[in-house]
């Protein structure tokens, strides 16, 4: 048969020019901004890969939403349209919005956790364990093994390994789990994605053990599409039904819309307990702003809503996960270590690997991911021990099993063309790889420190990057 390959489902209406720079220009940038990427301004970044969160193209049926936005402080029309379409494609019975993420993930975790609490998880995330920690909890990874090993081509490395849960309930009980923080796809595994019979199976443990099932929904679509692509009996299924069959076997989700549901801000809780509901209705008036707007303007609200309905299209995932697939396969050929399978929103370098002359106290990911911004302008993320922060009884730095450089891909942003530069660049630098030198850490924030940490470079020049004959 013919190769047939899938192309962007849309045309370019509008353009956003992009700053051009010299590698001279980005050593100083990136000396300024501490060696570290989320100080850079953005005006000296040429393709930002830093995140795919609030950095999607609005689509002219949203920017038209946008102009439906009804700014009344209460019962905005557009709420009412957010709630049905989040009712209809999510399938929970409350939905609360919040201004993004982490919003819904305090009032999840005020709601729920008790100081001395434990709630596992497929993986830590950052904000997520954080609010968990204020809240006086205490973050327990139960994922599976192959997870933790960049190199394993397992198909859903996402999973739950229901062992290590079960062992855990042994070990702190039942009543000390308020819930089960359940993330799909696992952003710091490097987007991979959890089975259906996985996600069913961890239902089940925790209805056994009457421990509530919260779903991290943020990257939930794309998830969905995984497991249509590779989970036997889900080929003719929809994205749409994949995804309410997700949400059915949870209690409720906490979700950032920046990412899956294409909007530049946003985000929801959702809740099926009706009291729990209620709780979560008085809190977010304290926090984000009347049940009905979450901390979020009518437009915002409209565009969310019509992001969703654009999110679940067949042909939109498979041009974006798509397109993350083609950047990996260029990069896995010229054999450039990179988290295998490809997940679902981005590559992750394994930096550990790529780096493997660099002691992890020197911040392999962090150094290269400077190093990428000078030789090309490209801005990727940290994922690793600078990511991880410290642990929280010990106060001893977290070195992760996965030490990643991400290079997350913004959704209907970028072209083949940008993923090919991306890949060049990626590709000089492993094959100069010895001239990439690390870091130690100058400044450290008290929480989330990967975010305005800065660093200088541990070599005598002074340099992150050596550019004789690397870079252009
Ligand atoms: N959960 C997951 C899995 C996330 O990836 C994020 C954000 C959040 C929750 C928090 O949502 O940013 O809207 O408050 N991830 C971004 C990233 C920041 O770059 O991966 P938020």
């Given amino acids: 048969m013919s190769r047939r390959s899938w192309a962007e489902p849309f045309k370019i209406k509008m353009v956003e020019p992009l700053q051009m720079t010299t590698p001279e220009e980005r050593e100083r940038a990136i000396a300024e901004a501490g060696y570290n990427t989320f ?29 439906l936005g009804d700014e009344a402080y209460a019962g905005s029309e557009n709420y009412y349209h957010l709630e049905e379409v989040v009712r209809r494609y999510y399938g929970y019975r409350h939905v609360v919005p919040t201004h993004q993420g982490r919003g819904a993930e305090h009032m999840l975790s005020r709601m729920l956790i008790k100081p001395g609490d434990v709630v596992p998880g497929n ?26 090993d960049a190199s394993s081509e397992a198909p859903f490395k996402g999973n739950v390994d229901l062992e290590k849960f079960e062992r855990l309930v042994a070990k702190v009980g039942a009543a000390r789990i308020p819930y089960f923080c359940l993330q799909c796809c696992v952003n710091m595994a490097g ?11 961890v239902s089940a443990a925790c209805r056994r053990h009457g421990i509530r099932l919260m779903l991290d929904a943020t990257r939930a679509v794309e998830n969905a599409w995984f497991i249509q692509q590779r989970e ?17 076997f949870t209690d409720g989700c906490t979700n950032s819309a920046k990412k899956d549901c294409l909007v530049n801000i946003g985000g929801f809780l959702c809740l099926n307990d009706d009291a729990l509901a ?33 999110s679940v299209r067949q042909e939109h995932i498979h041009a974006r996960v798509g397109q993350v697939e083609y950047l990996g396969d260029l990069l896995t050929r010229a054999g450039v270590p990179i988290v295998r399978p490809v997940g679902g929103h981005g590559i ?26 000078i030789d090309s302008g490209v801005r990727a993320m940290e994922r690793g021990a600078v990511s991880a922060g410290r642990d929280a009884d010990t106060g001893k730095n977290i070195y992760p099993s996965l030490e990643l450089v991400r290079l997350t891909i ?47 470079p541990v070599h005598p020049s002074g340099r992150v990057l050596d550019r004789a004959g690397a870079g252009r």
């Fill in 278 to 310: 209620e709780e979560a209705r008085n809190l977010v008036v304290l926090f984000e702003g009347l049940h009905t707007y979450g901390g979020l303007a009518g437009r915002d609200l409209e565009a969310m809503a019509i992001g969703i309905t654009e």
């Fill in 123 to 148: 993986m830590y995330f950052t904000t997520t364990r954080a609010h968990q920690e204020l809240a006086g909890g205490r973050f327990a990874d139960v994922i599976c093994d192959a997870a933790h």
């Fill in 191 to 201: 987007g991979q994605p959890v089975s259906l019979g996985n996600i069913e199976a």
């Fill in 410 to 456: 913004p959704r209907r942003v970028y072209t083949q063309a940008h993923m090919d530069v991306t890949a060049e660049s990626v590709i000089s630098l492993f094959e100069n790889r010895s001239r990439v030198s690390g870091l130690r850490m100058t400044f450290e924030p008290k929480y989330l420190r990967f975010f305005q940490a800065r660093f200088e």
């Fill in 348 to 373: 992750f370098i394994n930096a550990a690997e790529f780096l493997d002359h660099m002691p992890r106290e020197e911040f392999p990911a962090q150094a290269l991911a400077a190093a990428l911004y």
């Fill in 39 to 67: 100080l850079l301004r953005s005006r000296d970044v040429y393709i930002d890969l830093l995140t795919d969160s609030g950095t999607s193209a609005m689509s002219d049926r949203q920017w038209a939403g946008m102009m």
């Fill in 232 to 248: 036997p009996g889900y080929a003719s299924w929809s994205i749409a039904d994949i995804l309410l069959r997700i949400c059915s």
